[in-house]
């Protein structure tokens, strides 16, 4: 079973919509990162979070300035003492959310950049999860 069905895809980035976030959470709480195969990333700075929350407990936390500076090519041990979070691998499925799509989508590209190549974009964001 596909969560995605018909959504577009551009450039091999699958954009999402706030239902199968929800469906990603509830397998990734459900039966973890591991066997999920999902990580999810917030993208918006740590003040933002504070302010509204998170989605989900199952999503990190990733300022876009440090995936732009390089978070996403660094060492899985200087990553975790970084971030406080496993440092995705290449073969698992990244999912990027951030305010409302801006971000997220240049962190789809920085990953990309960074060999990453199983990405989705909750382009709802934030605003579309809380409303």
């Known amino acids: 079973m596909s969560f995605f069905g018909d959504m577009p895809s551009e450039s091999g980035v699958q954009r999402i919509d706030k239902s199968i976030l929800k469906e990603i959470m509830i397998k990734v709480d459900t039966s973890g990162r591991e066997e999920s195969g999902y990580v999810i990333i ?29 978070a996403m090519t660094m060492a899985e041990e200087d990553f975790a003492a970084q971030f406080g979070f496993e440092k995705p691998r290449l073969d698992e499925k990244v999912v990027f959310h951030c305010k409302g799509g801006v971000r997220s989508a240049k962190a789809v590209q920085f990953a990309k950049m960074a060999g990453y190549n199983d990405l989705l974009d909750y382009n709802g964001g934030a605003n579309d999860w809380f409303n």
């Open 42 to 70: 917030d993208v918006r700075g740590h003040d933002e979070v504070q302010d509204t929350g998170k989605l989900h407990e199952v999503v990190h936390n990733l300022p876009l300035p440090h995936i732009a500076d390089g």
